[in-house]
């Protein structure tokens, strides 16, 4: 099979709450794939089915071949799962934590030193291997953390927000380990709710939303649904920023905000569409700092698709 992935109407309720609402997706073998939706959405719900954590409520799951209510040990053969937080042992060094899953997973004394060796070089871990792991930064225990998804060598690596808390540095770092990931030829399917990431790492998005894919393609695909570009705007305050929201409303344009309040994004047809709303905020004594035109984010696809940001309540699990 080309799919690495392929789920038809996948189903996950939780009393009267659907987590997940008939899912369909299909990722191609050696693909990094974006699952990008905000919390609540059902991206957590949806990685614990594809790696057996959870049975589906119906619908059905093909991961390399298997299925995973069928045949689960199958799928867990194939697959490694890192999830939003760090499992690794704060006591153990780092060389440590990754010797004991080796052996855990059956290797040999000499082919899990060989094995852990190799890792922490990739990983750029190596002068810290002897290290407790409670000494680590929030980024270097998140690389051994992939590291120790990566000892039997899966054939599918599931990424959960693997940059939730990260710094910037650390973050750019984590990134650069999943593209050589890809380069090997490993399929990812990442989760996250920071557009950027998925716009940066994802050779197909897939955007979820109330536990559905509401939209999929390529991240120029995505942009293309907002229009031709954008005008970002940066207003003195928030209560600036809600007037604009206001002006841009009353000339039939659509402004949203960010994760900065005083930042807008209005999608519009083309540049020269720009003018009558900066024409209408200098009029109203609200002139912005600062603006620009371009090409529409992912936070605007979102924004249009969805009508509202990544501020879900957290999804609900058993």
Not at 22 to 34: D, K, T
Not at 207 to 236: C, F, M, N, Q, Y
Not at 268 to 274: I, P
Request: hydrophobic share 45%; charged share 25%.
């Amino acid at each position: 099979m080309d799919d690495a992935i392929a789920t038809d109407e996948l189903v996950k309720v939780y009393g009267t709450t659907r987590a997940l609402d008939g899912v369909s997706l299909r990722v191609p073998r050696g693909q990094v794939c974006g699952l990008l939706g905000p919390n609540g959405a059902g991206k957590t719900t949806f990685v614990r089915v594809l790696s057996t954590l959870i049975r589906p409520t119906g619908g059905r799951a093909i991961l390399l071949g298997h299925d995973v209510v069928a045949d689960p040990g199958a799928v867990r053969a194939r697959i490694s799962l890192t999830g939003q937080f760090a499992s690794v042992d704060e006591d153990l060094t780092g060389r440590e934590n990754l010797m004991l899953l080796a052996r855990l997973l059956g290797l040999s004394g000499v082919l899990a030193r060989a094995r852990c060796a190799e890792l922490l070089e990739a990983f750029e871990l190596t002068d810290a291997a002897g290290r407790q792991v409670r000494g680590y930064s929030g980024g270097m225990r998140r690389r051994l953390d992939i590291a120790a998804s990566m000892i039997a060598r899966p054939e599918l690596l599931f990424l959960d927000e693997p940059t939730t808390g990260l710094d910037p540095r650390a973050r750019a770092d984590v990134w650069a380990i999943i593209r050589r990931l890809a380069r090997s030829g490993t399929t990812v399917l990442l989760t996250t709710q920071y557009l950027e990431e998925a716009d940066q790492l994802a050779e197909r998005i897939a955007v979820i939303d109330h536990g559905r894919v509401i939209a999929e393609g390529t991240a120029p695909e995505l942009k293309a649904r907002v229009g031709s570009g954008v005008l970002r705007l940066t207003l003195r305050t928030r209560a600036d920023a809600a007037q604009a929201v206001g002006i841009a409303s009353r000339l039939g344009l659509e402004a949203h905000g960010s994760d900065d309040p005083r930042l807008l994004e209005v999608p519009l047809t083309d540049g020269a569409a720009a003018l009558p709303l900066l024409s209408a905020l200098a009029a109203e004594g609200i002139p912005p700092l600062d603006f620009a035109y371009g090409q529409p984010s992912l936070d605007a696809v979102f924004f249009a698709l969805t009508g509202h940001g990544a501020d879900h309540e957290h999804e609900v699990t058993p």
